[in-house]
């Protein structure tokens, strides 16, 4: 991985406050940074803006007829961890058609945004996050949310705006999270912004003497804002334990990803910020837990963020308004063939960790906890309209922030003490 090369790198060049080098220089032929790649198959294919008059369409070119490779051994999950992943997978994928549903029948409040084809990296990433550490998805990560400890009637009740929905009706989309129980920060829509968000939080439990592993999620698209390198950066800097998946489908809306970037593989960003990049192949469930574990084994034991590119294809339009039509159909037909849950499905049958009969009972059974929760859900009331008024100042002591884990080690009079040795110290 990149990160002791770099860090040794950093040590051997004295850089002075003015930035200027002294001591021994490094050529540019002594770096030999290199990206860790878990892939199985690394896709080859580029994208063709192909203009006609007004018209403006995409053309794929390269090899989409290639075998869809195995699944890569996990290093660390056992029967139990991967049938349990696979069965949050399905639960995510499920979810999301009952959620379409749901908006077709007129009962969703707003949009709906799918993670088709990217629940792997939703939820073997989140699974590798102890209970007590922290995350915060994005969009496309209801998976994340589900293994987190959020009930698909949490999401349902959300989505069509009820009174029991985490945000009691106000918000009718994903914009919820829960900071008592499941450690989950809310979506920020601002992409990139939950990036500082969370190494804040990692700097937070630092401070309260634990090293943490807080994980969250940046697109393909997103990843381009100013705030996702402030963001990475400060987390590199300060050490801090972030885990960022980047979750490159291919598509920001509709521009492909080809047009978003101009390095081979976002990855290499990594070495720019000075920390350990690896790949994997979003849509294979083990290179997701294992990088992810990696990952967040490194961010506990003090040793600091790691840039992870899951790459997949994003299965659908941006949200439920968007059919999409501007994907070249045969990379719809390559990705499938690759359909994450299909995929890991195989694999434990293959391996029999999971049998037939199993496998029957475990989709069974999350059909009828869907059922369940829909009805819950669809039955629910919705908010009553005086409820508005409440909830908008507080209450009830709710804002009141209390150290998660134990009291910050810096207490402020320490800091006056030292702000003012200091201050001695200059004159
Ligand atoms: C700073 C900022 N710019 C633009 C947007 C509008 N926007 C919302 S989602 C989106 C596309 C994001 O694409 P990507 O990051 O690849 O994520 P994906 O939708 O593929 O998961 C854009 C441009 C935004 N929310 N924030
Ligand atoms: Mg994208």
Not at 52 to 77: F, H, M, Q, T
Not at 217 to 230: A, C, F, H, R
Not at 327 to 336: A, H, I, Q
Not at 348 to 356: A, D, R, S
Request: proline share 5%; aromatic share 8%; with cysteine.
């Amino acid at each position: 991985m990149a990160s002791k090369k770099n860090r040794s790198h950093k040590k051997s060049v004295r850089v002075s406050s003015n930035g200027r080098r002294s001591g021994e220089v490094v050529h540019a032929s002594d770096r030999s940074y290199s990206i860790a790649d878990y892939r199985l198959e690394k896709p080859d294919f580029s994208l063709r803006q192909v203009r006609n008059g007004d018209e403006v369409r995409y053309e794929v070119e390269g090899d989409l007829a290639a075998e869809v490779p195995p699944i890569r051994e996990s290093k660390y999950l056992d029967k139990k961890q991967s049938v349990e992943i696979y069965r949050w997978m399905l639960l995510n994928r499920k979810m999301e058609a009952a959620l379409e549903n749901l908006y077709k029948q007129g009962k969703v409040v707003g949009g709906v945004y799918f993670g088709l084809g990217q629940e792997a990296c939703s939820c073997a990433s989140a699974y590798a996050l102890k209970p007590d550490e922290w995350l915060g998805p994005m969009i496309r990560n209801q998976g994340s949310l589900l293994v987190r400890g959020f009930s698909p009637r949490d999401i349902m009740m959300q989505y069509m705006a009820k009174a029991g929905s985490p945000t009691k009706g106000r918000d009718a989309s994903s914009h919820f999270g829960d900071i008592k129980e499941h450690n989950v920060v809310a979506p920020i829509s601002t992409l990139g912004d939950l990036i500082p968000v969370l190494a804040g939080v990692a700097l937070g439990a630092r401070l309260q003497g634990r090293n943490i592993a807080v994980m969250t999620y940046i697109g393909d698209g997103g990843q381009s804002t100013g705030v996702t390198y402030e963001g990475i950066n400060f987390a590199a800097v300060q050490n801090l334990g972030l885990v960022l998946f980047v979750e490159n489908n291919l598509w920001g809306y509709s521009t492909p990803a080809d047009m978003q970037f101009c390095v081979k593989d976002l990855a290499e960003r990594a070495i720019a910020y000075g920390i350990p990049g690896i790949i994997v192949d979003g849509t294979d469930a083990c290179q997701v837990y294992d990088a992810a574990h990696e990952a967040c084994q490194r961010a506990r034991g003090g040793e600091g963020p790691t840039f992870i590119e899951a790459k997949m294809m994003r299965m659908k339009g941006h949200a439920i308004h968007d059919a999409a039509e501007y994907v070249p159909k045969p990379l719809f037909g390559y990705w499938r063939k690759r359909d994450p849950i299909a995929r890991f499905e195989n694999y434990l049958l293959g391996k029999k960790w999971l049998t037939t009969a199993e496998n029957g009972a475990l989709v069974a059974g999350v059909d009828q906890q869907l059922e369940a929760d829909r009805e819950f859900a669809v039955n629910s009331p919705m908010p009553t309209p005086e409820s508005a008024a409440g909830g908008v100042y507080c209450e009830n002591g709710c804002h009141e922030i209390k150290p998660k884990y134990a009291l910050p080690k810096l207490t402020t009079r320490t800091i006056i003490k030292r702000r003012s040795e200091a201050a001695v110290h200059l004159k």
